[in-house]
């Protein structure tokens, strides 16, 4: 991914988010990126913003609208829900995943849309409180303890760049053992 690409979506998509009053955070290498390098991540293929499902879902059909009418290609993911949980959104030949996170027990999740029955888990008190970090200008919001946040999701070295792509260390097989407790395959939290 182009930097200035990402850089241009991200802050696009960030003011849609804005103007239409979706709450949301930074996330995944995105923020690994603007928090340890003050840039987006050399070789990173995608960008990451999060928004709670609670907040994620009523303003869906918003979102959609939104994003097409300002040229975006959409592309909305649900399985194994019964639905949308995900937008894949594309323009500048970048990719910007908005992902939403699920709330259950004392986790937050999220899917991943190539890896079936794979979530990135996350301690829930990480979406309690958030704070800003600055970035070219633009304020984007964080989760307030955010070393702790990018300890648990990338482990002890997530201060030191890798030699190649940094990708989610910590990917759990949490979706098979939230199905197994619920004894379920499709839901509606």
Same mark, same amino acid.
């Given at each position: 991914?182009?930097?200035?690409?990402?850089?241009?979506?991200?802050?696009?998509? =960030?003011?849609?988010?804005?103007?239409?009053?979706?709450?949301?955070?930074?996330?995944?290498?995105?923020?690994?990126?603007?928090?340890?390098?003050?840039?987006?991540?050399?070789?990173?293929?995608?960008?990451?913003?999060?928004?709670?499902?609670?907040?994620?879902?009523?303003?869906?059909?918003?979102?959609?609208?939104?994003?097409?009418?300002?040229?975006?290609?959409?592309?909305?993911?649900?399985?194994?829900?019964?639905?949308?949980?995900?937008?894949?959104?594309?323009?500048?030949?970048?990719?910007?995943?908005?992902?939403?996170?699920?709330?259950?027990?004392?986790?937050?999740?999220?899917?991943? !849309?190539?890896?079936?029955?794979? =979530?990135?888990?996350?301690? =829930?008190?990480?979406?309690?409180?958030?704070?800003?970090?600055?970035?070219?200008?633009?304020?984007?919001?964080?989760?307030?303890?955010?070393?702790?946040?990018?300890?648990?999701?990338?482990?002890?070295?997530? !201060?030191i760049p890798q030699d190649k792509k940094y990708v989610?260390?910590?990917?759990?097989?949490?979706?098979?053992?939230?199905?197994?407790?619920?004894?379920?395959? !499709?839901?509606?939290?």
């Amino acid at each position: 991914m182009d930097r200035e690409n990402g850089e241009k979506i991200l802050f696009e998509t =960030a003011d849609i988010l804005e103007e239409i009053g979706v709450p949301y955070h930074l996330t995944h290498g995105t923020l690994l990126g603007l928090y340890r390098d003050h840039a987006i991540i050399e070789g990173d293929s995608d960008m990451d913003i999060g928004i709670l499902m609670e907040d994620f879902r009523p303003k869906l059909d918003d979102m959609i609208d939104e994003f097409s009418s300002n040229g975006f290609r959409v592309r909305p993911f649900s399985t194994p829900c019964s639905y949308i949980r995900t937008l894949w959104l594309y323009k500048y030949d970048t990719i910007m995943d908005i992902m939403g996170f699920f709330l259950y027990k004392d986790k937050r999740f999220c899917l991943s !849309q190539e890896k079936e029955n794979v =979530a990135w888990l996350h301690s =829930a008190e990480f979406f309690n409180n958030y704070t800003l970090i600055k970035f070219k200008g633009k304020e984007f919001p964080v989760p307030a303890k955010t070393e702790e946040f990018l300890k648990e999701a990338y482990g002890d070295t997530w !201060q030191i760049p890798q030699d190649k792509k940094y990708v989610v260390t910590k990917v759990f097989d949490y979706w098979n053992k939230v199905k197994k407790e619920m004894g379920k395959t !499709q839901f509606d939290f």
